[in-house]
C-alpha cells in the first residue's frame, strides 16, 4: 500500500515536468488588433491575414461596410475558401457554407465563424 | 571442417543454438490445415521491417523544419541517389502495410480466431493496428505538403469534440492554436521514436500470445474439432502438424515474395497511386486547396464525419466502432468457430466489409 503510494507519488512528479515540456508556450507579443491598408480589401473581394496566431478573413460587401472574421472553419479547423460569385464562404474539406457575415448556411459545421470588430481609421482598417 | 559447420559448432555449444532450432523450428508444429492467410503476420513483419530500414536511410537526408521539410523531401526525391527508391519504398509500403493490416484482421475475424481465450492476442493485435494508423498520420505530416497540412488539421481539430476540455486538447496535440513547427516537431519525435518503440513492445508482446497459446486451428473440413477448454492454463498443441521450418517457413517466404513483387509493381508502374495532387504542393497555412481528402484508409472517418450534423456524434460513432471491434472476444462468448455455423455473424462481416468500402468511396467522391 505504501509501496503503490510511494510509486504514484513518484509517477506524478515525474509527469508533471514532461506535461509542462509539452504543454505549448505563450506566444505572447501576438497583438490583439492589426492593421489592414483599406486598398487591400476591395468591394465584394476578400483579404486574408494573421490574427492572434491563426488566419482570419476581411471583407468588404457593401462599400464602406467592413466585416472581419476568423477564417478558421468551426467544424474541423480547415480554412474556408471565398466564394465570389455566390457570396459566401465554403469550406473545401467538407463542404461547410457561411454567409458573408459567417452565419452557418450548410454543411456540418456547428457554429458561426467568429467576427472580430472592425474600425476604419484614416486609409487602415483596425481589427479586434 | 567446413567454415560455416565449424561457426554452427562454435557457437552451438555457448548458446545451444542447435537445440533452440529443434525445438522453436523444427519442432514447432502447425496445424496441417494451416492456410495462406496465416502467412500474414511474417509479411507485416517483413514490411515493418523494411520502413525500420527505409527510415533509418530517409532521416539522414530529412530536415524537421517547417521552412525546410518539403524543400528536405524534394532534395531526396530528385538529387540523393537512390533517394526516391527509399522514400518510395516507405511510402508505399506504409499503404501496404494497412492493406496487409486489414487482411490479417478480417481473416482473423472470419475464422474466428480470436476465440478459445485468444482475446490477448486479439487486443494486442488491435492495438498494434491502430498504432500503425498512428504511425501513418504522424508520418505524413513530415513531407510538409498540402496534404500533410490539412489532413494534420483536421485529424488534431477532431479532438475538439471532446467536452469541456476539446480545444486545450487540441492545443496541445499541436502544440499551439494552428499546425506549426511546434507540431512537427512534436510529430517528428512520435514518428521516428516514441511510437516506433511502442509498436516494436507490442510486437514482442503479440508475438509472446501467439507462441504461449498455439497457433489456432483454421475452422473448415468435416474433421474439424473444437479443443477442449480446461480450467487451467494450456498451450494449443498440434501432434502430427506441419513443421514452422521448412514446411511453413516457405510458405510465408512465397507470400511475402508476392507483396514484395506487389510492392515494386506499384512503385514501377504506378508510383502516382498513392500521390493526389496536394501532396507535391509545399504546406500553406492560409489556403485549405478544394476537394481535399484524406488517405484511402481514412475516408470512411472522413466521411462518417461529414455525414452526422454533429462533430461528436459523427466521433461518437467511430469511436464506438473501434471499441465494439476491441472488446469483441469479450461481447462474442459462443465457442462455435466454424463460419456456415455461424450466419449472423457471416452476414453481419460481409455487410460491415461492404458498409466500409461504400462509405469510403462515398467519401472520395463525395
Known sequence: MMLGGLGALIGAASAWPVLRFLSPRATGGKADTVTVARSDVKQGDAHFFQYRSKPAVVLQPKPGEFVALSAVCTHLGCIVAWQKQAGEFLCPCHGGRFSAEGQVLGGPPPSPLESFPVKLEGDQLKIG | ?366
Open chain 2, 1 to 366: 571442417m567446413q567454415p560455416v559447420k565449424w561457426l554452427v559448432e562454435f557457437v552451438d555449444v555457448r548458446l545451444g543454438i542447435k537445440e533452440i532450432y529443434q525445438k522453436e523450428l523444427k519442432g514447432y508444429l502447425l496445424p496441417r490445415k494451416v492456410n495462406v492467410w496465416y502467412t500474414l503476420g511474417a509479411v507485416l513483419l517483413t514490411l515493418f521491417t523494411i520502413q525500420i530500414i527505409t527510415g533509418i536511410l530517409l532521416l539522414m537526408f530529412y530536415v524537421p523544419d517547417a521552412e525546410k521539410a518539403y524543400a528536405s523531401v524534394e532534395a531526396i526525391m530528385n538529387d540523393v541517389p537512390f533517394g526516391w527508391l527509399f522514400r518510395m519504398l516507405h511510402v508505399v509500403g506504409a499503404n501496404v502495410i494497412v492493406i496487409a493490416l486489414l487482411m490479417h484482421m478480417l481473416s482473423v475475424l472470419f475464422m474466428n480466431s480470436y476465440k478459445g481465450r485468444r482475446e490477448f492476442t486479439w487486443l494486442t493485435g488491435f492495438i498494434l493496428f491502430n498504432l500503425a494508423m498512428g504511425l501513418c498520420l504522424t508520418g505524413y505530416l513530415l513531407p510538409w505538403s498540402q496534404l500533410s497540412f490539412w489532413a494534420t488539421t483536421v485529424a488534431t481539430d477532431a479532438a475538439g469534440a471532446i467536452p469541456l476540455v476539446g480545444d486545450q486538447v487540441v492545443e496541445f496535440l499541436r502544440g499551439g492554436p494552428t499546425v506549426d513547427n511546434q507540431t512537427l516537431g512534436r510529430f517528428f519525435a512520435l514518428h521516428v521514436v516514441g511510437m516506433p518503440l511502442v509498436l516494436l513492445g507490442l510486437i514482442g508482446l503479440h508475438l509472446f500470445c501467439v507462441k504461449r497459446r498455439g497457433i489456432s486451428t483454421p475452422p473448415f473440413g468435416e474433421d474439424y474439432r473444437e479443443p477442449q477448454e480446461m480450467p487451467f492454463f494450456e498451450h494449443e498443441k498440434h501432434p502430427g502438424g506441419i513443421p514452422f521450418f521448412p514446411n511453413y517457413f516457405v510458405k510465408d517466404a512465397a507470400v511475402i515474395a508476392f507483396f514484395m513483387a506487389f510492392m515494386l509493381a506499384i512503385i514501377f508502374y504506378a508510383p502516382g497511386l498513392f500521390f493526389p495532387e496536394t501532396a507535391f504542393q509545399r504546406a500553406d497555412p492560409f489556403v485549405t486547396p478544394p476537394h481535399i481528402k484524406p488517405e484511402w484508409y481514412f475516408l470512411w472517418a472522413y466521411q462518417t464525419l461529414k455525414i452526422f450534423p454533429s462533430k461528436i456524434i459523427g466521433l461518437g460513432v467511430q469511436v464506438a466502432f473501434m471499441t465494439f471491434l476491441a472488446l469483441l472476444p469479450f461481447i462474442d462468448r459462443s465457442r462455435e468457430r466454424r463460419p456456415a455455423k455461424r450466419p449472423l455473424f457471416v452476414t453481419c462481416y460481409v455487410l460491415g466489409i461492404l458498409l466500409f468500402v461504400a462509405i469510403s468511396i462515398w467519401g472520395h467522391y463525395s
